[in-house]
């Protein structure tokens, strides 16, 4: 690859993590909607008499796009789950390798096999802007949606996991 090819590459992918940089720091704010929202049920079904369902569905609306977003966090940041049973006794070395070969080998035909196989579903929910099965709230169609974020979102980190040199956050 050539030097012009290779610093473009660079500056895109620096570029795509620093717009998902703003994507998860943006994302991670929803969780105080919802633990608000969370909270308020009670009072609105027990003192109020009104609304605690539209307090719920909102709630998952936001949940749903808040988790969409935190698994993607989770992996920049390397705190998810992860089995290390064999890796840690691996050299150095070859966990950089697995590190760089696993998003490329595993997460981004997962991604792309979620978007595609999704893809019905999500998009006849998006087109009749689906309510909530048991309150016809408006909304539920974004739950199914969140599917096609965390899809997205997975695969972009995975490119540039699996493409880029080294991150910065590492």
């Given at each position: 690859?050539?030097?012009?090819?290779?610093g473009i590459r660079h500056r895109s992918l620096a570029q795509l993590d620093?717009?998902?940089?703003?994507?998860?720091?943006?994302?991670?704010?929803?969780?105080?909607?919802?633990?608000?929202?969370?909270?308020?049920?009670?009072?609105?079904?027990?003192?109020?008499?009104?609304?605690?369902?539209?307090?719920?569905?909102?709630?998952?609306?936001?949940?749903?796009?808040?988790?969409?977003?935190?698994?993607?966090?989770?992996?920049?940041?390397r705190t998810h789950l992860a089995t290390d049973v064999l890796a840690r006794?691996?050299?150095?070395?070859?966990?950089?390798?697995?590190?760089?070969?696993?998003?490329?080998?595993?997460?981004?035909?997962?991604?792309?096999?979620?978007?595609?196989?999704?893809?019905?579903?999500?998009?006849?929910?998006?087109?009749?802007?689906?309510?909530?099965?048991?309150?016809?709230?408006?909304?539920?169609?974004?739950?199914?949606?969140?599917?096609?974020?965390?899809?997205?979102?997975?695969l972009l980190q995975a490119l540039i996991d699996g493409f880029g040199d080294?991150?910065?956050?590492?």
């Amino acid at each position: 690859m050539s030097a012009r090819a290779t610093g473009i590459r660079h500056r895109s992918l620096a570029q795509l993590d620093h717009v998902l940089a703003r994507v998860m720091s943006v994302g991670m704010l929803l969780v105080l909607p919802v633990s608000l929202l969370l909270f308020l049920q009670w009072p609105l079904r027990d003192l109020v008499q009104a609304y605690s369902r539209e307090a719920n569905d909102l709630a998952q609306v936001l949940f749903a796009l808040y988790v969409s977003i935190a698994l993607t966090q989770a992996t920049r940041q390397r705190t998810h789950l992860a089995t290390d049973v064999l890796a840690r006794h691996l050299p150095e070395v070859w966990r950089q390798r697995i590190a760089r070969f696993a998003p490329l080998a595993v997460l981004i035909p997962w991604s792309a096999f979620m978007l595609a196989a999704s893809w019905s579903a999500v998009w006849a929910s998006l087109m009749q802007l689906e309510g909530f099965p048991d309150t016809y709230n408006p909304g539920y169609f974004l739950v199914k949606l969140g599917v096609w974020l965390m899809a997205f979102l997975v695969l972009l980190q995975a490119l540039i996991d699996g493409f880029g040199d080294k991150r910065e956050a590492d």
